[in-house]
């Protein structure tokens, strides 16, 4: 049971850290301080395996109490973590200087926080295993001579079976030990190094570093705590360690030689990266999505406080997307979109920040303007990009909607700029197209466009244009098809099938959700009840449930009538919820699910992974199933790192006696690669793309005739959004 103590002057960060660190190991022992005084004294008489700060504190900082840390004995080789707002260099210089092992910006990423906090806690624990060890032989020396050597020789063994890169030098630099795992890394065996000065083992300019390290512990007596360490192998190959040096004592008490500890975390720190790269990036263009364009938002704006500066923000939709994207299916689309996120970065250079909203918007900040003739120019570039003719490098011709909102004049909060060039990009399409307009403060949402999508959404239910696709699900075990998950699709009279990101959006924000979100339930339990019926087998039906309707409506209620109406057995319905349902951890949510769950009807999360700190909330409710991102799945077998996440993610679900499925499968490779990786379900192109109830039930029977492998003709690879 990890020691963990927090320090912070402010009882919500005291909250926010102990709740991270809870789900850092079973039942931690969470020690919280507001005065960093108040947690010397307890450090003075007690231990601990990890110790978080905040930098800035009335009584005293972060790096003055991580100095004072080190000079106690007690604790001079707990890792400490000191978390800032600045994210200038000198205050992590600071920090680190003073005996901080690892350093984060405030506002701290949920992912980073934990992934940095279970890595010392790794280190912690094997620095620990191997003093441990040391000290059980070490009390078992004679002082027979005899005894000593075989005391020495058991040592070395145990630390050869450290999976940790290990050695001692002496006071001139020299190897006086080198275990078998550092030797093997340099193709070598640890008698040929022993003798060698340092420069043999890491080579001149890592030697110059440890030389320098060396002498400091020499010189102080006291132990330097991990640092992070770029490392290349003598095959080129990048490693990333995590290295921690202590003195080592001869019979007389006096510091001989110095230890080495250097144990690698490239793999942590890949799978870190991949992750923060997902939630921050479009998968699509690579460019930064909605939420790292909010965190830039929130620096610039922060800037602007501190300063004068000004900047704009322009929200692009492009005028004839769609047109392409029909006439000429959605690779097109995608290689369209592609195209248009080159031109636009290489438009405006490295400081500005182009981003991905979703569908055909983009967004661009333009930071440090003059005026608002710097915004309009810009503007106007834009659109002349975006028009160019097809003879032209470009040849775009794709056009734009553009609204600009200017900073601090405009907004002052993210969610506000972004709401407000919203609403000017849409009075720039409500007049044609082809234009930008500034925001006005006098402006309406969505103009008479929204007004009449929002007339004919209230119609839809009433005039029975809504309809259920339904896409199969399959046990890789079995190969039986278990499952389908319901998907909603407007059958419009003039514009044909949509999909829901054309509509939901709306829904949600005039709460027509909630009626909508009730006809797919009902209509989802009679379909699967109908099914049974027909002899077509016991299938589970998926339902999404928006977070609004399970936040303001009794959704058991909903449920026990929906499955009394259709006579559906409740173990035959799953509803797949949100991360941003369970992320609150609201207790009228968990008692809502616990009704559920009681009923029989299972519980899933979809698109796992990609919402913000994706692993704090699994042990808080009663799941059954998550299901894996399809963005995960579409880089299996090009991506060292996808593959990683992915065989965590199942890893987790299994630890956790959850069910896992993969969303979008559509290759045999990421097939064979998910079944080797113990992943229990999927669903996705490969097998078939979302269909009506009546081509399932045929799909259904040609597959159970087949009994392998996907239905003729359901491969198609479609990018729609399929709910």
């Given amino acids: ?291 790292m364009l909010r965190d830039h938002l929130r620096r610039e704006l922060a800037r602007g406080r501190r300063g004068d500066q000004n900047f704009a923000l322009h929200f692009i939709d492009l005028d004839r997307f769609k047109a392409v994207n029909d006439a000429h299916g959605h690779h097109r689309g995608d290689e369209l979109l592609q195209r248009v996120a080159e031109a636009l970065t290489e438009l405006v250079g490295d400081n500005h920040t182009v981003a991905r909203l979703g569908g055909d918007e983009f967004a661009i900040l333009q930071p440090d303007i003059d005026g608002p003739d710097d915004a309009g120019r810009l503007a106007q570039s834009i659109l002349d990009l975006l028009n160019s003719e097809e003879n032209s490098p470009l040849s775009l011709n794709i056009g734009a909607s553009i609204g600009v909102t200017l900073a601090p004049l405009d907004g002052t909060d993210p969610d506000e700029l972004l709401k407000n060039s919203d609403q000017a990009m849409y009075l720039a399409k409500s007049l044609g197209g082809g234009t930008w307009r500034f925001f006005a403060a006098d402006m309406r949402p969505r103009a008479s466009q929204t007004a009449h999508l929002e007339t004919e959404l209230r119609g839809a239910l009433s005039r029975r244009e809504f309809v259920l696709h339904y896409q199969p699900q399959i046990d890789l075990r079995t190969q039986k098809v278990v499952g389908v998950e319901a998907l909603l699709r407007w059958q419009h009279p003039q514009r044909g099938l949509l999909a829901p990101g054309s509509f939901l959006g709306l829904a949600e924000e005039t709460g027509l959700i909630l009626p909508i979100n009730e006809w797919v339930l009902n209509e989802a339990c009679r379909q699967g009840a109908a099914w049974e019926a027909s002899g077509l087998g016991d299938l589970r039906v998926a339902v999404n449930m928006s977070p609004i309707q399970f936040k303001r409506q009794g959704v058991e209620s909903l449920v026990k009538d929906a499955l009394r109406a259709s006579g559906m057995r409740p173990t035959s319905l799953e509803l797949e919820l949100t991360e941003g349902i369970l992320l609150g951890h609201d207790e009228q949510i968990v008692k809502q699910m616990n009704v559920l769950r009681s009923l029989g009807v299972t519980l899933s999360v979809d698109d ?104 003729p003709g359901s491969t198609e690879n479609e990018h729609a959004s399929a709910g």
Avoid at 24 to 42: H, V
Avoid at 665 to 671: P, R, S
Avoid at 684 to 691: C, D, L, Q, V
Wanted: one cysteine or more; glycine letters at 6%; hydrophobic letters at 40%.
């Fill in 1 to 291: 049971m990890p020691k963990i103590v927090i320090v912070d002057d402010s009882s919500t960060n005291q909250r926010i850290y102990s709740k991270l660190a809870r789900q850092l190991e079973s039942d931690p022992d969470i020690r919280t301080f507001g005065n960093p005084r108040k947690a010397l004294e307890w450090l003075a008489e007690n231990t601990v395996d990890l110790i978080i700060t905040d930098y800035k504190m009335p009584a005293m900082s972060g790096a003055a109490l991580a100095a004072a840390i080190r000079e106690d004995a007690r604790n001079w080789d707990v890792p400490v973590i000191v978390i800032t707002a600045y994210s200038d260099q000198e205050f992590r210089v600071t920090a680190l200087e003073a005996g901080a092992t690892d350093f984060l910006l405030s506002p701290v990423d949920h992912v980073e926080f934990l992934a940095r906090a279970k890595n010392l806690l790794k280190l912690r624990a094997q620095q620990l295993l191997i003093a441990k060890r040391a000290d059980q032989l070490e009390s078992n020396l004679n002082i027979k001579e005899q005894l000593l050597r075989e005391s020495r020789e058991a040592l070395a063994q145990v630390i050869d079976t450290v999976p940790a890169m290990i050695n001692a030098t002496d006071r001139d630099g020299r190897c006086v030990f080198v275990n078998a795992h550092q030797a093997a890394f340099f193709g070598k065996v640890p008698g040929d190094l022993v003798g060698q000065p340092i420069e043999a083992l890491l080579g001149e300019e890592r030697a110059h570093i440890s030389r320098r390290l060396d002498q400091l512990v020499l010189k102080t007596g006291r132990s330097i705590s991990s640092r992070q360490e770029d490392v290349w192998a003598p095959n080129g190959e990048h490693r990333i360690y995590l290295t921690s040096k202590a003195p080592l004592y001869d019979g007389m008490g006096e510091i001989a030689s110095v230890l080495s500890t250097s144990i690698d975390i490239t793999e942590q720190r890949h799978a870190e990266r991949r992750l923060l790269h997902i939630v921050n990036h479009d998968p699509l263009t690579g460019l930064p999505n909605r939420l």
């Fill in 608 to 711: 796992f992974g990609t919402g913000y700190s994706s692993l704090s909330y699994l042990r808080s409710f009663p799941l059954h199933r998550l299901k894996i991102d399809r963005s995960f799945v579409q880089d299996l077998g090009s991506d060292p790192s996808a593959l990683a996440i992915v065989r965590t993610i199942i890893d987790l679900g299994h630890i956790l006696h959850l069910q896992v499925l993969a969303e979008g499968v559509e290759a045999e490779h990421q097939l064979s690669l998910l079944r080797l990786e113990g992943c229990d379900e999927v669903q996705g192109y490969y097998f078939s793309r979302p269909i009506p109830a009546d081509a399932f039930a045929v799909w259904m029977m040609q597959y159970v005739s087949v009994n392998s492998g996907p239905a």
